[in-house]
């Protein structure tokens, strides 16, 4: 749904640079904005505009211009006292007015005439700005404005407490399909909610709006840009092929009930094509894909417990709902999420830095960092998981981020290397957790190509196709700026092209190599302690290799 909003910054600027602050020329401002807004209702967008507009005369005028165009008027009364409207006045506007430099200002020396019977009103001194947003977003689809699948709850798959045994049994006398590892995440990615509104495994019918259009569609416009599936063998399907239901078994252990099942053929090349952008089976991903079984079932899923692993993370394994908890707990008042899959460097560091900095200047007071490091299959040469998170809470416990401000969490997708294709899914899973904010990095989710070695996917791509990608308009993008080592300066700082000589360009060969040899970095590039335990994993490799293969010694 296409939107603008209206404010002082843009309208007092251009359209109603001639206008003061007298009662005439208040009442003009508050006529004209209406007018703007009714052109852009009656093109079809929702307007929203953002004027004090103090005297009640104005708004219902406002509200008689829509109303003889014959379009939806709507009066919000964002209902914050004084005190908190001095503390949120990043321009010292108030500052000024108490001080007498600034005469007529509404709440000091003139009157605010109070709405007897807006149609909202938000307290904005006790909701968060999320659940403000939620408020109005949903003012809007009980008017039918907006369709009401824009913005969904967390659709957990869960089985019912009430009704864990029952399905437990029902599981024990179903037949059963053995899954593989990545099956498991793809459940617990399921379950928990993060491809919320899907029910279960893609049908047919979804998987096509996937691949060829990266939404759901059957009701509104609904961004999912990889296709969630489950492969099944052609000897499985056959064996499964009159079944209604049938339990998902992992290692001797029935984890969930698939029903109303659909088989489809799994069209490897063109699932890869579509979707990679290449069907090269040294891609890490796409291999798998043409590794696994030739068709694909789809149906709802019920998940009998909250999967876990057991390896001592399960703690950080946060679901959507258990995150949107936490941040209520922190008074997030704006959370911004950073995807990676790779330890933490002091560049990293400095945008996420940056990022809290831009969102203060804003007027948001409690801005929250989402740590999210992917923790499903990745690629054998990436770090693992447990190190990597060994790594970012050395990084927090030297404060290169504040860990009052941050929550570290585990995003149990697995790992696609797809560029900008697998970023949406990366940014929408964050959105479907509370966040309203996503850094995108250089190249994200991309790779070399495994033959030509060259970059897979232009690497400003993911941040150009997020800005536009349908169906993510909640959640703003924050594009990545280049971060490099100063050598004047010893720190990682942003890279200014006038400077070029200044910079040096760690890439992430070179860090692995210093790393191995148990070398230092320069100083300024990496905290010390995380550091440290990136040098304790490569050198834990050697010693792996040294065990298979012992040294030979000659007598």
């Not at 689809?141 to 709850?153: E, G, H, L």
């Not at 029952?166 to 617990?188: C, F, G, H, Y």
């Not at 992430?508 to 990496?526: C, I, S, V, W």
Request: one cysteine or more; charged letters at 25%.
């Amino acid at each position: 749904m296409p939107c603008y909003s209206l404010d002082g910054d843009n309208i007092r600027h251009g359209l109603n640079k001639n206008l003061g602050f007298s009662t005439d020329d208040r009442e003009e401002n508050i006529r004209r904005v209406a007018e703007v807004a009714k052109l852009f209702a009656d093109a079809g967008l929702v307007c929203i505009t953002s004027f004090i507009s103090p005297f009640a005369k104005d708004r219902q005028n406002a509200r008689e211009i829509h109303a003889m165009a014959g379009l939806p008027f709507f009066e919000i009364f964002v209902d914050a006292p004084l005190n908190i409207c001095e503390s949120r006045d990043v321009k010292g506007l108030y500052k000024k007015a108490r001080a007498g430099e600034i005469k007529g200002f509404t709440g000091i020396d003139s009157e605010y005439e109070k709405p007897k019977s807006p149609e909202l009103a938000l307290k904005t001194n006790i909701a968060t700005v999320s659940e403000c947003i939620q408020q109005v977003v949903e003012l809007l689809q009980a008017q039918n404005i907006v369709p009401k699948t824009v913005i969904k709850d967390v659709l957990e798959l869960f089985v019912p407490e009430n009704k864990i045994d029952q399905s437990r049994a029902d599981a024990n006398m179903l037949p059963t399909l053995e899954i593989t590892k990545l099956d498991l995440q793809w459940v617990q990615v399921l379950s928990e909610g993060w491809a919320t509104p899907l029910k279960g495994f893609m049908r047919e019918t979804e998987y096509l709006q996937v691949i060829h259009f990266g939404t759901l569609r059957d009701d509104g416009v609904i961004n999912l840009s990889i296709p969630i599936v489950l492969p099944v063998a052609t000897e499985d399907k056959k064996r499964l092929d009159d079944c209604t239901e049938f339990a998902l078994e992992y290692n001797g252990q029935r984890v969930a009930i698939l029903r109303n099942i659909e088989f489809y053929e799994h069209r490897k090349e063109e699932r890869c094509a579509r979707v990679w952008g290449t069907t090269c089976v040294k891609h890490p991903h796409v291999k798998m894909v043409m590794e696994s079984g030739d068709w694909l079932a789809g149906g709802d899923l019920l998940v009998l417990e909250k999967i876990k692993w057991n390896d001592g993370l399960d703690q950080y394994r946060l679901t959507p709902l258990e995150l949107k908890q936490k941040f209520k707990e922190m008074n997030a008042d704006a959370v911004f999420a950073f995807q990676l899959r790779n330890p933490v460097h002091n560049g990293h560091a400095l945008l996420m830095q940056d990022t809290k900095n831009h969102l203060l200047e804003r007027g948001y007071k409690h801005p929250v960092l989402l740590l999210h490091p992917l923790g499903g299959w990745t690629k054998e040469d990436d770090v693992p998981l447990e190190w990597r998170m060994k790594q970012h809470a050395a990084v927090l416990e030297e404060h290169v981020l504040d860990p009052k401000s941050t929550i570290v969490a585990i995003f149990p997708s697995p790992m696609l290397y797809a560029g900008p294709t697998e970023v949406q899914w990366h940014c929408r899973a964050r959105m479907i957790a509370g966040a309203n904010f996503y850094i995108v990095g250089r190249d994200p989710a991309g790779m070399p190509h495994p033959e030509t070695k060259k970059d897979l996917y232009e690497p400003t791509q993911g941040g150009k196709v997020l800005s536009m990608a349908p169906g993510l308009a909640s959640v703003e993008i924050i594009p990545f700026r280049v971060a490099a080592y100063n050598k004047v300066k010893k720190a990682m700082i942003f890279y200014d092209p006038e400077r070029h000589d200044e910079f040096d360009f760690i890439s992430g060969t070179r860090m692995r190599k210093l790393a191995q040899e148990g070398e230092n970095p320069p100083d300024g590039f990496m905290a010390p302690k995380a550091w440290k335990v990136l040098t304790e994993y490569y050198r834990s490799l050697e010693k792996n290799i040294n065990s298979i293969f012992p040294q030979k010694y000659e007598y």
